[in-house]
């Protein structure tokens, strides 16, 4: 009789069963997402995993964060977390509760600038996650991460975690009713940054733009290939790469990391001074 892909030693379920019962015991306190991802690595081997708050009027809270030191975790949480493929499907309210990031990610979403900066110190091989949807404007994510030798997820791993993802959503929810408070308390630092970083994304560049090049700017920084953003656009792959031909001969520069950095540094402009309608004239005007 062959075994399942899919079958669990008892071993494993016992450490499953021991892992939940930690979480139920503990099922207010502040290491519940700590002994939750425990609990799943003795169902799915995994690397890292992490607990985070996306909100759709403030900057993510990092939970529970496993990633290792020397990356640019809270240069993310910090900065340009908008242009993250979970947090763009949140805001549109296209997150799956389970997804692996290679099904929700653009085509190159993985040689984009934005990922190159603050993730490629983590070899990610494989990601898949688990989201709470608790409301409207609030998701719960948990990345589980497969990095560096180890060998993707494979679909038996997928349907696992699939098949317990009722019990991580259901603490999760418990979890933040009972905690949401204390993170929430100081979240006004957290609510102005948000606020500056949506208006410096959503006009940089006005001025000096046309609409249909800021919407192939946007695109082409969250990894949209020439191709799919002409797809997203409904126009043709040329027509995209004429647009960024324009885009960087009036921003004068010759390739697309070049503007990424103008916008890391239109995002250093004082969030409590005035900066123009359009950051980056202001950041332009500011060097000239």
Known sequence: MSV????????????????????????????TPRHLCAALCALVPIDFSGVFVLRRHSAPIAVLDDIPPGTEAVS?????YLLD????????GTLPTCTLLDDICPDDFFESDYFLKYWSNVNIVSEFSINTHYDSDTVLHVPLSRVDDSKAFSQADIDTLTAVSGTVVATLRRYWNARRARYESGATKADSFHAHLRFVMDNFGCSLLTAREMDIMQLTMRGYSDKLSARELDITPGTVRNHKKSI?????????????????????LPADEAIGPDPLATLLESRY
């Open 85 to 92: 493929p979970v947090y763009d499907h949140f805001l549109r």
């Open 248 to 268: 960087f001969n009036k921003l004068q520069v010759s390739s697309q990391g070049q503007v990424f950095g103008l916008l890391l540094d239109a995002l250093q």
């Open 76 to 80: 993310y949480l910090e900065s340009l």
């Open 4 to 31: 399942s892909p899919t079958t669990l030693s008892i071993e494993d379920l016992k450490a499953w069963s021991d892992g939940c019962a930690r979480v139920i015991e503990n099922i207010d306190e502040a290491e």
